[in-house]
T-cell receptor, first 115, second 112 residues
Framework: GDSVTQMEGPVTLSEEAFLTINCTYT??????LFWYVQYPGEGLQLLLK?????DKGSNKGFEATYRKETTSFHLEKGSVQVSDSAVYFC??????????????FGKGTLLTVNP | NAGVTQTPKFRVLKTGQSMTLLCAQD?????MYWYRQDPGMGLRLIHY???????AKGEVPDGYNVSRLKKQNFLLGLESAAPSQTSVYFC???????????FGPGTRLTVT
């Protein structure tokens, strides 16, 4: 079955540091890939997505590129802020015919950014 | 628009009690999902629905039942709560082609 493996945290960075959170996946078909973010006490929000190989998703300074050859979708940001402190989830969804579009999640990575 | 809402936000149950969690959406989503979030486990799918009147099992369905009598509501029931069902429960809605599931704020359930 499908699975997502992401870097385990917690990750603690200073403001303006570079962020990378690794994510790799296994899937039977051609999945869409996502990064969701969960701020303290809230539900999940879509941060960015990529629906086919070589697509780059980007939002709020975060980027991730869909690499089919390495089955990866690593999240990066050049300069993190305190407000980026949250839990980040990598996820995939199969979009083949008859799919239920369910999300398969990684275990999440807690990011803390200190001033 | 309220988006996806969940009721209640918090609940404490004793082992063996029953309860129903309500998910409501005003975004006209065809698909709806119930996930549970446990520390170090990410989110796991409990049940889902692909339309009004339909339901199906997800990855961890045991001990839960669901109903979708109206398109805008998706109910999750616990008939006899167990401590292993202590978790945070999230509902989500989805419209095919949009590539984004919209999540509710969650319900924190503790079973003692």
């Amino acid at each position: 079955g499908d699975s997502v493996t992401q870097m385990e945290g917690p990750v603690t960075l200073s403001e303006e540091a570079f962020l990378t959170i690794n994510c790799t996946y296994t899937a039977t078909g051609y999945p869409s890939l996502f990064w969701y973010v969960q701020y303290p006490g809230e539900g999940l929000q879509l941060l960015l997505k990529a629906t086919k190989a070589d697509d780059k998703g980007s939002n709020k300074g975060f980027e991730a590129t869909y690499r089919k050859e390495t089955t990866s979708f690593h999240l990066e940001k050049g300069s993190v802020q305190v407000s980026d402190s949250a839990v980040y989830f990598c996820a995939l969804s199969e979009s083949s015919g008859g799919s239920n579009y369910k999300l398969t999640f990684g275990k999440g990575t807690l990011l803390t950014v200190n001033p | 628009n309220a988006g996806v809402t969940q009721t209640p936000k918090f609940r404490v149950l004793k082992t063996g009690q029953s309860m129903t969690l309500l998910c409501a959406q005003d975004m006209n989503h065809e698909y709806m999902y119930w996930y549970r979030q446990d520390p170090g486990m990410g989110l796991r799918l409990i049940h889902y629905s692909v339309g009004e009147g339909t339901t199906a099992k997800g990855e961890v369905p045991d001990g839960y039942n669901v109903s979708r009598l109206k398109k805008q509501n998706f109910l999750l029931g616990l008939e006899s709560a167990a401590p292993s069902q202590t978790s945070v429960y999230f509902c989500a809605g989805y419209t095919p082609g949009t590539y984004e599931q919209y999540f509710g704020p969650g319900t924190r359930l503790t079973v003692t």
